[in-house]
């Protein structure tokens, strides 16, 4: 029994299988830093840079959004102005136009009455020269039959 509790003894020194497992560590980690390390940190360099790459995109893209979001509400109000100024002038146009035919047909009904009461006038002269002539003449008549005699006409 001593001899075997002779060789289950602790050694502290390294044997030759020590080295030859670094070696095989060594290796298996330069392995693995050039098949496995550097590729999938590469990945993920790229990947971080695309995503930030990407929100600058995004964030640039929302500032022309706004800044055109902006500039188009600027432009339909005033577009609403512009419409609102030519419905004015339109209606003031419109207006101004109703009180012209207003005027133009005032002045063609006073025309009018002018026109009617000139007639009317001229008609009334022609009616008051007739019927002083039939008085004259029905006046003549009745003094023939008065006195009996033919009366010559008188000035």
Same mark, same amino acid.
């Given at each position: 029994m001593l001899l075997l509790l002779a060789s289950t003894e602790i050694r502290l020194m390294p044997d030759k299988t020590m080295f030859v497992q670094l070696a095989i560590f060594i290796v /298996?980690? $330069?392995a #693995?830093?050039? #098949? /496995?390390?550097k590729p999938v940190l590469k990945i993920l360099n790229l990947?971080?840079?695309k995503t930030k790459g990407d929100r600058a995109k995004i964030e640039d893209l929302t500032v022309k959004t706004d800044a055109l979001i902006k500039e188009y509400e600027t432009k339909i109000k005033q577009a609403? $102005? *512009?419409a609102l100024q030519m419905k004015e002038a339109i209606r003031r *146009?419109? *207006?101004a136009q109703g009180q012209k035919i207003v005027h133009e047909s005032k002045q063609a009904a006073l025309t009018q009455i002018e026109k009617i009461k000139s007639e009317i006038a001229f008609e009334g002269k022609k009616a008051t020269a007739s019927l002083e002539e039939q008085a004259k003449n029905l006046s003549r *008549? #009745?003094?023939?039959?008065v006195l009996g005699r033919t009366i010559d006409k008188m000035h």
């Amino acid at each position: 029994m001593l001899l075997l509790l002779a060789s289950t003894e602790i050694r502290l020194m390294p044997d030759k299988t020590m080295f030859v497992q670094l070696a095989i560590f060594i290796v /298996v980690a $330069i392995a #693995l830093n050039y #098949l /496995v390390f550097k590729p999938v940190l590469k990945i993920l360099n790229l990947r971080h840079a695309k995503t930030k790459g990407d929100r600058a995109k995004i964030e640039d893209l929302t500032v022309k959004t706004d800044a055109l979001i902006k500039e188009y509400e600027t432009k339909i109000k005033q577009a609403k $102005i *512009e419409a609102l100024q030519m419905k004015e002038a339109i209606r003031r *146009e419109g *207006e101004a136009q109703g009180q012209k035919i207003v005027h133009e047909s005032k002045q063609a009904a006073l025309t009018q009455i002018e026109k009617i009461k000139s007639e009317i006038a001229f008609e009334g002269k022609k009616a008051t020269a007739s019927l002083e002539e039939q008085a004259k003449n029905l006046s003549r *008549e #009745l003094a023939q039959k008065v006195l009996g005699r033919t009366i010559d006409k008188m000035h």
